[in-house]
């Protein structure tokens, strides 16, 4: 090349490297700073003139990057690339190349710097956006599967009780209000959870069940609310989104609110309070549409006078309250849900099954301490394990049907004992009906359900008493 051309070229040599969109480093073989562009000054905020004669291992020590390309160089005489993290949170790929003299030695270390911030950051959302729509995509395939297995199961009820429910249901779920559902476990408190989200304008979105018993109490805050990346010891570098975040559009069901520890009940009322949340480890709060329907089979008033829950949380909770009844307070449903869980378990395992009257008696007169959910196990146990097309007594639990293995139900009744068979008949039904009395709390009550007259059970009940005082005192 032309000696002047060269000379000319040497002239403007800062001006042709400040042209470059690429930063550019030079330092010698004692990684001393010799020159910087003007866009290594625009990516790191550091100019030539704080940089010049300083030694690299000096800046990669004073914290203001993590990494530096020249001593490998030098060690190695190779080109290598590196991700390089600088002090005021951006990332550059650092492409560093050996420059050597005429007697072959090496004289300088040459590094080409880019920004990937954006780009990272953008991968990141992507990745973080894949890693929602999986977890939503997973949670719709639940979600979806136990609507289809519910489905009618309380949509339709013979219990007057349980019928003001589901108006209530319709009603509410016009609205955006907020829902407290009240109950015993196991009287189907998700299911009309579920059914609220459904009726709702707000129906075709997934809705979010979270289990605040089931979630550790260091994690809860987390789980509810997101973090932002870095926000403590073993968070993801992405951060994460809560399940606030992630229902917005939608519904949270809070299953077991009153299990909510207190410090979160605060935060929870300032969701009820502001539709706002904000993340753990941010100062910025963060706009949510979520609709709230919380569960719980406490007493919240007597949570309250324990110091347990939040009285302010309580009253905001319960504007919109429904009290879902046992399962031993509308017995009239017993039937109804037996059939059809029995017709849905049926159908899952591709069987022909149906109920004996006397199985479906015993199932009436028990008092299903754990509700709904009970029975449901109970009728997908027994089509399971059925042998044949009819289940029997005999296939009920002992602790139900109070059949023993080595007795018959009506073994205390085949000895006559001078009896005759219109006696021991009188006695036998004395006795179930003093029972039903026992369960369903009144006489009255048993009237309305087995369809016969107070005056009837009193005449029966007092004979059958009288006839046990007679054989006690004798």
């Known amino acids: 090349m032309d000696t002047k051309i060269r000379a000319s070229i040497a002239s403007h040599f800062d001006a042709i490297l400040d042209v470059l969109s690429e930063g550019v480093y030079i330092t010698d073989t004692a990684g001393k700073t010799l020159y910087v562009n003007s866009m290594y000054e625009q990516l790191t905020g550091y100019k030539l003139a704080q940089l010049g004669g300083v030694n690299v291992r000096d800046l990669l020590d004073n914290g203001a990057f993590d990494i530096a390309l020249n001593p490998e160089i030098v060690k190695t005489h190779k080109p290598s690339t590196r991700v390089q993290r600088l002090k005021n949170g951006k990332t550059l790929v650092l492409s560093g190349y050996p420059v050597f003299g005429e007697n072959g030695r090496l004289c300088f270390v040459v590094t080409f710097a880019r920004d990937i ?3 990272q950051d953008l991968n990141s959302r992507v990745a973080h956006h894949r890693e929602m729509l999986r977890a939503t995509q997973e949670l719709q395939h639940v979600y979806l599967a136990k609507q289809k297995e519910d489905s009618g199961i309380v949509t339709e009820s013979s219990s007057p009780a349980m019928n003001r429910v589901l108006e209530m249901v319709d009603t509410l779920a016009q609205t955006d209000a907020t829902v407290l559902l009240l109950g015993e476990t196991g009287v189907g408190k998700d299911v009309i959870a579920r059914l609220l989200h459904g009726r709702s304008f707000r129906g075709d979105k997934l809705p979010i069940k979270v289990d605040c018993g089931g979630i550790a109490e260091s994690l809860i805050e987390s789980e509810l609310f997101g973090y932002v990346a870095g926000a403590f010891t073993g ?16 519904t ?7 299990e909510l520890p207190m410090n979160m009940q605060t935060r929870l009322l300032r969701v009820l309070q502001d539709g706002v949340i904000q993340r753990v480890g941010s100062t910025a709060p ?10 719980t089979n406490r007493n ?3 949570c309250i006078k324990e110091g347990t829950f939040r009285s302010d949380l309580f009253y905001r ?4 309250a429904i009290n879902i009844p046992p399962l031993r307070e509308r017995p009239e449903d017993i039937d109804l849900l037996a059939s059809k869980f029995l017709n849905t378990y049926s159908a899952k395992y591709r069987k022909t099954l149906s109920f004996k009257d006397e199985t479906m008696a015993i199932l009436r007169s028990y008092s299903w301490p754990g509700n709904v959910r009970q029975l449901q196990n109970l009728v997908h146990s027994m089509v ?16 139900i049907s109070g059949i023993r293995k080595e007795e018959h139900l009506f073994s205390d009744y085949m000895k006559a004992d001078g009896r005759s068979l219109h006696d021991i008949m009188r006695d036998m039904e004395a006795e179930f009906l003093l029972k039903a009395i026992k369960q369903y709390g009144s006489i009255q009550k048993v009237a309305d359900v087995f369809q016969v007259d107070r005056t009837t059970i009193f005449r029966k009940t007092r004979h059958y008493k009288k006839a046990a005082s007679g054989n006690e005192s004798g």
């Open 117 to 119: 911030t954006i780009l």
């Open 235 to 250: 968070a993801s570098s992405k951060g994460k989104a809560g399940y606030f975040e992630i229902a917005s559009g939608s």
């Open 252 to 258: 949270i069901f809070l299953d077991e609110i009153g």
């Open 286 to 295: 963060k706009k949510v549409d979520v609709r709230i329907i919380a569960a």
């Open 300 to 302: 919240l008033e007597d």
């Open 317 to 320: 909770l319960n504007v919109a």
């Open 384 to 399: 399971i394990t059925a042998k044949g097309t009819v289940l029997s007594p005999d296939e009920l639990p002992a602790s």
